[in-house]
């Protein structure tokens, strides 16, 4: 029944998978392997609701299997379930530590790329932007490590890893994280670009005399909610930052920590000034190592264009049809 419901979801036959895998597990139904395909089987059919569901009913059997948990935290950011596959993940974190932080320090890298477009399909650009700024603090820590590398290959005479290492370096922005990270923070500087946002949008909005009353309503509501949620995130983060103080070895925050946290507020990502120009950072790393890949050309141009740089933007539009 497995090979069958495997076979007919390969060939987009989701109704016979389904009658398949429902077979199996009614059979065995302590089988973790049947709800994942379950799960997977709606993914296919394009439902990542249902996939979640299906997947986190198989987690539920093995709570300890910390694959399957990844898994169903990723069917659950893939279904923008976010604080959900926050959750998730918190039951192999660090006890009384944010989830988010703790990844965020472990280079948990798909887990972060997962949340920025989630957070982008939601149009929380600020999130997103946040998340695709993490990701890219990897890369360049990554960088920076390598110098210790160097001395330490040398000294061991480690050469087989020395090699690897420079070979790594040599393409290391072109790795599929960072692609579909630079390629999600370009597009969304680009929307930036064309629809600035700014903090009392919401407010102006609301008080203007051409809206309906319809409108007004659920623009009050939005920003109703949109304080609850910020007042309930506020409380989570005091709670982390006591338990965080009560640990004996917890580090004290430097000042460049500091102006680092404030400059990967969500806020203050999405009412840059210069979103081009934040753009084209993501740029110029995949114009140096991801350059035969026809989307970074193609990206290039739409920036330089929008900057009215035709020069780059022809010469990026030939690279690409080369």
């Excluded at 965020?104 to 939601?122: D, G, K």
């Excluded at 360049?140 to 005479?157: A, I, L, N, P, S």
């Excluded at 460049?256 to 753009?279: C, F």
Aim: glycine residues 4%; contains cysteine.
């Amino acid at each position: 029944q497995i090979k069958k419901a495997l076979d007919y979801s390969f060939t987009h036959q989701i109704k016979k998978a389904l009658d398949c895998v429902n077979c199996a597990i009614e059979h065995t139904p302590t089988l973790v392997e049947l709800y994942m395909l379950k799960g997977k089987i709606y993914k296919r059919a394009g439902n990542y609701v249902l996939a979640a569901q299906w997947v986190n009913e198989g987690r539920l059997l093995d709570t300890a299997d910390r694959y399957v948990n990844c898994l169903c935290a990723k069917y659950l950011l893939r279904s923008d379930q976010i604080e959900t596959a926050e959750e998730t993940c918190r039951k192999f974190t660090r006890e009384g530590m944010n989830a988010a932080e703790t990844l965020n320090e472990m280079q948990c890298m798909w887990y972060q790329t997962e949340c920025a477009f989630s957070y982008s399909r939601q149009q929380r650009w600020g999130e997103a932007l946040k998340k695709c700024h993490e990701i890219e603090k990897h890369f360049v820590d990554m960088t920076e490590d390598q110098f210790d590398f160097h001395y330490y290959c040398m000294r061991k005479t480690t050469l087989r890893a020395y090699v690897g290492l420079l070979r790594l370096e040599d393409d290391l922005r072109s790795h599929p994280f960072y692609f579909k990270t630079a390629h999600l923070a370009i597009e969304i500087y680009l929307h930036l670009h064309e629809h600035p946002q700014s903090g009392n949008d919401g407010k102006a909005r609301l008080d203007g005399a051409d809206l309906t009353d319809s409108e007004k309503k659920k623009l009050r509501n939005k920003e109703r909610k949109a304080k609850k949620k910020a007042a309930q995130l506020q409380q989570k983060e005091e709670a982390a930052a006591a338990a965080a103080a009560q640990k004996k070895d917890a580090a004290k925050t430097s000042e460049s920590d500091k102006k680092e946290g404030d400059a990967l507020r969500p806020e203050a990502l999405v009412q840059t000034s210069q979103p081009l120009e934040e753009a084209i950072k993501f740029l110029k790393p995949l114009q140096l190592m991801a350059s035969g890949r026809i989307e970074t050309h193609l990206l290039a141009y739409r920036i330089y264009s929008k900057k009215c740089n035709f020069n780059d933007a022809v010469g990026d539009k030939e690279g690409g049809r080369d």
